[in-house]
């Protein structure tokens, strides 16, 4: 069983930066690829961006190009996501969720990825 926690939400005025972990525990952390996702109330899952297995392959939103990088340090089996430049329009609940290989699709869909965190809130004023 894989358990996936972030933390790193929080409060933070429009143009400024959080960053946000996710700490995984269980199988294999370093094989596989890892995601981070948002979501709205009343609106479906949205990628944010996404991380191969070695680091070596980073892929994101176009929302969010440019001003969130998506991280991994598979010592720590954590994953990370530092945002910056943040808009009022990123607030919503992002989650980190793990890809273990036995769902097809393409790392922007949510149905690839087997586990997910419980999610940290983000709210960013204006």
């Known amino acids: 069983q894989v358990q996936l926690v972030e933390s790193g939400g929080g409060l933070v005025q429009a143009g400024g930066s959080l960053r946000l972990s996710c700490a995984a525990s269980?199988?294999?952390?370093?094989?596989?690829?890892m995601g981070w996702f948002r979501q709205a109330p009343g609106k479906e899952r949205e990628f944010v961006a996404a991380?191969?297995?070695?680091?070596?392959?980073?892929y994101y939103a176009d929302s969010t190009k440019g001003r969130f990088t998506i991280s991994r340090d598979n010592a720590k089996n954590t994953v990370y996501l530092q945002m910056s430049s943040l808009k009022p329009e990123d607030t919503t609940v992002y989650y980190c969720?793990?890809?273990?290989?036995?769902?097809?699709?393409?790392?922007?869909?949510?149905?690839?990825?087997?586990?997910w965190g419980q999610g940290t809130q983000v709210t960013v004023s204006s």
């Open positions: 969720a793990a890809d273990y290989g036995r769902n097809s699709g393409s790392y922007f869909t949510a149905s690839k990825y087997d586990y």
């Open positions: 269980g199988r294999s952390f370093s094989s596989y690829a």
């Open positions: 991380i191969s297995w070695s680091g070596g392959a980073t």
